[in-house]
């Protein structure tokens, strides 16, 4: 790392102990608030519904810390049961499923020591790196005052001019120790509220569950809708093309003794239909199963689309097997998606796609020179392509600042098959 | 001519032989897997074959890889490849030695019996035949040609798509001398100086494709 990025690293730590000392300051407030809320809960009527907002608050303020200990470095799940439906709200059932999650208690174990932790290690990162700051500024104001009065550090009270010339030396030293401390400290912080506030085993299990049932729904969903287009498709397409070159056919038998020239044309005719038909059936397996991801796997066929794009898009693999058909062709549709919704809407120049494969996870980022600004929440092809990927366990995350450049990157755990011959 | 055809479906493989012979080619061998093809090629180096992509046993591009190693070892062997579908990735494995005798066209064009048989003729005589979707594919990614007027481009179209001249002046409603001119007009704009006329017209369906 070097000395810019870790000096960076150290401002936003003390920048965030100021943050992370006020919001502990809520804690105790919260806490309180959350015992009242238990103290009024059997009051009838209103009882169930205090309960239910002070706990959101408390879910607030955890919240919170999960979010900050994640963009710290050190993610902290969600450890809550699933919520009953939401009309049921303020309900008995409702309060059962507050109190009864062991999540719920340990948030409020965690509050005390948490803003304990938070005060202390916080205050001392902050008070370090304003001590050195201190040193640091402190000497042009004594020689602007040209007098010299108090101590700093090793020198207390400072007894010359020389002795205040050190100060900003021990100044520099100790603000670069309160700036390396800085996110140690912060580290350290995180990894105690993530001992209370992540999920136990248990829980994570139940978050697993959870999160497989909606994954497998969705990805039943998603092949029904799917099976429903190919049926669409074949009956409105070529299958009544086939009839019609069925009819064309039978007239032409018909004419073909009094009428051979007409016979021809109806021949003629059913030929053409017949190719109408073969283009159709052709368009359509490309949208099911692409003949040339079969043909060449992941690679090849990524090189085949970015091929038929107008931006020139370089296509890099280190991919040494296949991988299994289904996840295969879910890449391939991601990939796709996200090439089509680059030529839409990034106006960008060069595109490039790598696809990589490391200890058990395949690892594919699409990137573009565009404008930036992609977002999930605004195209539902790019939710569609999530919901793909999350029936494999499989992740995506867009980097698309404003401006861009646009960077899409689907993770995947999965293992490679030898390569076929 | 003798021709090697290399397909996996029986239907399509004896239909293929049947009307390859009715033209009076002589079919030396009909194989149905990928692993007999290439020695089938390089044994009988036949004048023209036709082959199928996909084949057997892994049903992924066998027929293409033992058509480009068969190309690599007899540089020029004349091959028209069918698949079910086109690339213009695989269009562009074939075109990359810069050599003609090449053809690559959709399964759907055999029905059209008269314009086939020509494409297979084009091939063999070291020609060109792609398929008018490969084509449209290929020059949907860059600017055509600079200084070709669209007249020019129609006809260098069609002879990139095996057309003799006889059937482009068919089907742009012109003389045969009218092409003719078109080519030699073509020819000179791209700078390709006179050689025989085969070479020529594969080196400017090259430059057409690969802009």
């Known amino acids: 790392m070097t000395l810019r990025v870790r000096a960076r690293a150290g401002w936003s730590a003390a920048a965030d102990s100021v943050f992370t000392v006020g919001l502990a300051l809520l804690n105790v407030p919260v806490l309180l608030l959350w015992f009242l809320g238990v103290v009024l809960s059997p009051v009838p009527l209103l009882g169930n519904d205090i309960l239910a907002v002070t706990t959101s608050v408390v879910r607030w303020r955890t919240d919170v810390e999960r979010r900050l200990g994640t963009r710290a470095g050190m993610a902290i799940r969600r450890p809550y049961h699933p919520a009953p439906p939401r009309g049921e709200q303020g309900t008995r059932r409702w309060a059962r499923w507050i109190i009864t999650d062991p999540a719920t ?48 550090a090793l020198f207390w009270p400072t007894a010359n001019l020389a002795e205040a010339w050190l100060s900003l030396p021990q100044g520099l ?45 969705d990805a ?103 991988l299994d058909t289904p996840l295969e062709s879910a890449v391939y549709f991601a990939v796709a998606e996200a090439l089509a919704n680059m030529g839409r809407h ?51 995350a867009i980097s698309s600042p404003p401006g861009g450049p646009t960077v899409m990157t689907m993770e995947l755990p999965c293992a490679l098959s030898s390569p076929r011959t | 001519m003798r021709v090697v055809i290399a397909e996996d479906l029986t239907l399509l493989r004896d239909g293929l032989t049947r009307m390859m012979e009715a033209f009076d080619f002589e079919v030396v061998e009909a194989v149905d897997n990928g692993p007999a093809l290439l020695p089938a090629l390089l044994g009988h180096r036949p004048d023209v074959a036709i082959v199928d992509v996909r084949l057997p046993p892994t049903y992924s591009d066998e027929g293409l890889k033992a058509a480009l190693a068969a190309r690599a070892e007899v540089p020029g062997l004349p091959v028209l490849v069918l698949s079910q579908h086109v690339e213009p990735l695989y269009a562009r494995e074939l075109l990359t030695d810069s050599r003609g005798g090449v053809g690559y066209l959709l399964k759907d ?103």
């Open chain 1, 346 to 396: 990034s106006q960008a120049s060069t595109a490039w796609v790598t696809i990589g494969h490391t200890s058990g996870l395949l690892t594919v980022q699409v990137g573009d020179d565009g404008i930036g600004g992609a977002d999930t929440a605004r195209g539902t092809g790019l939710q569609g392509v999530e919901r793909r990927l999350n029936a494999f366990d499989g992740t995506m």
């Open chain 1, 220 to 322: 039943i969903d998603a092949q029904a809708a799917e099976l429903r287009r190919i049926e669409r498709d074949l009956h409105d397409g070529a299958q009544a093309r086939m009839v019609s070159v069925g009819m064309t056919i039978g007239m032409a038998e018909r004419l073909v003794h009094c009428d051979p020239d007409g016979a021809l044309k109806l021949l003629a005719e059913a030929r053409t239909t017949s190719t109408d038909a073969l283009a159709e059936l052709r368009h359509l397996v490309r949208g099911i199963h692409p003949p040339v991801l079969a043909e060449r796997g992941l690679e090849g066929a990524v090189q085949a689309l970015a091929m038929s794009l107008p931006v020139p898009t370089d296509v890099s693999s280190d991919l040494a097997g296949r």
């Open chain 2, 109 to 211: 064009r055999i029905s059209d019996v008269e314009q086939f048989i020509q494409a297979v003729q084009q091939v063999a005589s070291g020609g060109t035949a792609f398929d008018p979707e490969v084509v449209t594919q290929l020059l949907a990614r860059h600017e055509p040609l600079a200084g070709l007027t669209p007249r020019e481009l129609d006809v260098l179209r069609n002879i990139a798509e095996g057309h003799s001249n006889a059937a482009i002046a068919g089907r742009l409603f012109i003389t045969e001398k009218v092409v003719s001119k078109y080519i030699n007009n073509i020819f000179t704009k791209l700078g390709l100086p006179p050689s025989d006329d085969v070479n020529r017209r594969v080196l400017a369906v090259l430059m057409f494709l690969d802009a």
């Open chain 1, 105 to 152: 208690w340990r948030d409020i174990a965690w509050l005390v020591p948490g803003a304990l932790i938070a005060v202390g290690l916080g205050i001392t990162t902050l008070a370090v790196v304003i001590y050195g700051l201190a040193g640091v500024l402190m000497l042009p104001l004594w020689l602007f005052l040209g007098e010299v009065w108090f101590g700093y």
């Open chain 1, 173 to 217: 030293i100790i603000l670069a120790g309160g700036l390396a401390l800085g996110p140690l400290l912060r580290t350290t912080h995180y990894r105690f509220a993530r001992l209370l506030l992540a999920p136990t085993r248990a829980a994570e299990l139940r978050l697993r569950v959870a999160h497989l049932t909606v994954t497998r729904a």
